[in-house]
């Protein structure tokens, strides 16, 4: 069961993870060191996953996103063509989904051209894929790992 201060904690952890215990102690208005025992055991029981550094990723020429839908045969393969999707580097993301496509990717690459070879070199060729249908992300409004944080956790 997670109590008002630890939601505040998780609060402020997702605006900035690096924001020094002392600080955090001072929201929450407890010692330093009860706030760092308090962010451990949420560690420890898998509140908190872990931590990640958000890099600019123009800067490392990889602002083409896309949304890659993949159609599988379903015919026993999904393990082998999940374990070589999740190992290329531009994959960020693998979700199985409902419809008539089994996953969906989320990518990010150089440019169209780079995409063109991620689908056609990497991910289509693989034994099971049957289908694959990009989506290409024009524009970013909003990108975000955090989760919404509302006062019904604590009954969870």
Excluded: C
Excluded at 131 to 140: E, K, W
């Amino acid at each position: 069961m997670i109590d008002d201060i630890s939601l505040k904690i998780l609060r402020i952890l997702q605006k900035k993870a690096r924001i020094p215990n002392v600080e955090v102690a001072r929201q929450v208005g407890m010692a330093p060191s009860a706030v760092l025992e308090r962010i451990r055991k949420l560690e420890k029981i898998g509140i908190i996953d872990g931590y990640e550094v958000r890099l600019n990723p123009e800067r490392f020429g990889k602002s083409q996103v896309a949304f890659i839908h993949v159609h599988t045969s379903g015919n026993g393969t999904d393990k082998a063509i999940l374990k070589s999707l999740a190992a290329l580097p531009q994959v960020q993301e693998i979700h199985y989904v409902s419809g008539d496509d089994s996953y969906l990717l989320k990518v990010r690459e150089t440019d169209t051209k780079a995409l063109g070879r991620l689908v056609r070199e990497q991910i289509a060729p693989l034994g099971g894929v049957v289908a694959t249908r990009t989506a290409i992300v024009m524009n970013t409004f909003k990108e975000t790992a955090r989760i919404p944080i509302d006062d019904q956790a604590l009954n969870r």
